[in-house]
T-cell receptor, first 113, second 113 residues
């Protein structure tokens, strides 16, 4: 089965602190892509970060970075220096080469002032 | 560059009716994907169109269908509406499917009574 599991339905963090969102997945493929998308309360989903499975180096985008552990099938998202605008639902997404997409259930992150 | 637009933004229909939702992708994007988002089932992939052809399909009944026009605009149709079809329907466009960054529209909120 090709599934994505986000074990933390809700999380909160103080502004300026660091938080890590967990994601594990299951796939029998060797080539695939992993994404974190965020959906703020306004509802428009936007890309946070993208990782290609064949790349060993962890992707980073400013305050956002991932810890990609291919053997363990783990793909966690770290948000540093959390800002109020980071409050959103975060989805971990697995995409195979044929564009088959699987979404996790999401983690609702609240950044507190 | 204009973003992904979806029309209408809100819709109320009665059980048994049919509905058509529209999505205009970002200029130059040939892939359009559709998703259903509900509190209970989360985000589920409906189908993806690329160059007017359905390239991927999720696990939804045949009442859900779609098409893509030569200008990449896409429509999805739901026939014989059921109460459980009430959801936020999201459309996303990309250069070539989910392996690449997807740009999401604001969604169409469908309520079936």
């Amino acid at each position: 089965a090709q599934t994505v599991t986000q074990s933390q339905p809700e999380m909160s963090v103080q502004e300026a602190e660091t938080v890590t969102l967990s994601c594990t997945y299951d796939t029998s493929e060797n080539n695939y892509y992993l994404f974190w998308y965020k959906q703020p309360p306004s509802r428009q989903m936007i890309l946070v970060i993208r990782q290609e499975a064949y790349k060993q180096q962890n992707a980073t985008e400013n305050r956002f970075s991932v810890n990609f552990q291919k053997a363990a099938k783990s793909f966690s998202l770290k948000i540093s220096d959390s800002q109020l605008g980071d409050t959103a639902m975060y989805f971990c997404v697995l995409v195979h080469n044929n564009n088959d997409m699987r979404f996790g259930a999401g983690t609702r992150l609240t950044v507190k002032p | 560059k204009a973003g992904v637009t979806q029309t209408p933004r809100y819709l109320i229909k009665t059980r048994g009716q049919q509905v058509t939702l529209s999505c205009s992708p970002i200029s130059g994007h040939r892939s359009v994907s559709w998703y259903q988002q509900t509190p209970g089932q989360g985000l589920q992939f409906l189908f993806e169109y690329f160059s007017e052809t359905q390239r991927n399909k999720g696990n939804f009944p045949g009442r859900f269908s779609g098409r893509q026009f030569s200008n990449s605009r896409s429509e999805m149709n739901v026939s014989t509406l059921e109460l459980g079809d009430s959801a936020l329907y999201l459309c996303a466009s990309s250069l070539d499917g989910g392996r690449y960054e997807q740009y999401f529209g604001p969604g169409t909120r469908l309520t079936v009574t």
